[in-house]
């Protein structure tokens, strides 16, 4: 939404201070407006009032609403409002425009559309009036997202790691691996093989819950992902959390009744980075009391790490090992050949 330029002032006083603001001669804004200096000199001076028309040109030059001559009806008025607001933001960002005028297109079009799709509309509504809420809250620099799947979300975060990646996952692992989670897991082990550190610390019910996700685990591991598998009865309170760098942080509002992602939290701060910081580290020491399984090590002290694949040699062993240890007995190293 454009601003408007100070009430009460006249339009000719308004254009004046705006234009030296903004560095230009009346001749530069003249060109720009496409009318003559000379005409620019008289709206400032007050012996024009300029029409309509010219005023929403240099509403749109000077990035500001001008005021109004005060002869339109309220209807005209609106609409020339309109106008003047669309025409700053093309010049601002012509790209960002022709995307808000498609989509005012498209909600225009969807009047003439039957009622059945009626409850369609309404969900259109629903995702604009998201989008709103989350770029009124994009300056503060944290963002909640309310969605029902914020995996994409997340990814774009994600890419941005250049140094570490630390996350928590509180979820069942059959929403973190789903279809949308295929591209997510493919970046996580594109940036370990990078050079990117990638801690990721999974709360569990039971270790059997790994089995669907198995072969995630096991690339993960190959990549150098650690990987580090806890009780929830360890940790009851613990939170999604997603850290890129010291830059980033996600936080998942997880809803275990229904088993769905009810929020996200977004945010650059960095005493909110520090803070999930802290969270995750805390999770991890469990590891140094025995509460948790680095599966890394597990791999490693079982000789596991000999197999290039989870093939169906390795595969039974892995989920034997996996059992032991999360049932604290002593990992059975003798089914490995050496």
Same mark, same amino acid.
């Given at each position: ?27 530069? #804004? ?76 498209? #909600? ?35 963002? !909640? !997202? ?11 975060? *994600? ?29 996580? #082990? ?13 709360? *569990? ?19 150098? !992902? ?71 090590? *597990? ?5 596991? !790490? ?33």
């Amino acid at each position: 939404m454009s601003r408007s330029a100070s009430d009460g002032e006249p339009i000719g006083v308004v254009v004046k201070r705006l234009r030296r603001q903004r560095n230009l001669t009346q001749e530069t #804004l003249a060109q720009r407006v496409g009318c003559s200096r000379s005409l620019i000199q008289q709206i400032e001076n007050g012996t024009r009032v300029p029409p309509r028309a010219q005023r929403e040109k240099l509403s749109a030059v000077l990035g500001e609403r001008l005021p109004g001559a005060g002869d339109e009806t309220d209807a005209e008025a609106a609409l020339s409002d309109m106008r003047i607001r669309f025409d700053i933001l093309l010049n601002q960002n012509s790209a960002i425009a022709t995307r808000a005028l498609s989509i005012a297109q498209s #909600l225009a079009a969807l009047d003439d559309t039957d009622d059945i799709l009626a409850p369609l509309r309404d969900i259109a509504d629903r995702q604009l009036d998201r989008a709103e809420e989350v770029l009124t809250q994009i300056p503060s620099g944290s963002v !909640v !997202v309310r969605e029902w799947n914020t995996i994409i979300d997340w990814l774009t975060v *994600l890419v941005r790691a250049e140094q570490r990646i630390c996350a928590i996952h509180t979820a069942e692992l059959g929403a973190i691996g789903g279809d949308v989670g295929d591209e997510y897991h493919r970046e996580i #082990l594109a940036k370990a093989r990078s050079g990117v550190s990638v801690q990721r610390v999974y709360v *569990l019910d039971d270790v059997l819950n790994i089995e669907p996700y198995e072969d995630r685990l096991w690339h993960q591991v190959k990549a150098g !992902v650690e990987t580090i598998l806890v009780n929830r009865d360890f940790a009851p309170n613990a939170q999604g959390i997603l850290i890129v760098d010291d830059n980033y942080v996600l936080a998942g509002d997880y809803d275990f009744r229904r088993k769905e992602r009810d929020s996200s939290r977004f945010s650059t701060l960095r005493h909110d980075v520090q803070a999930a910081y802290r969270k995750f580290n805390h999770l991890r020491e469990l590891k140094n009391y025995g509460r948790a399984l680095v599966v890394n090590d *597990l791999v490693q002290a079982t000789g596991l !790490v000999r197999f290039a694949r989870l093939d169906d040699d390795c595969r039974p062993r892995f989920r034997a090992a996996l059992r032991r240890a999360w049932n604290n007995e002593d990992p059975d190293t003798e089914s490995v050949p050496r």
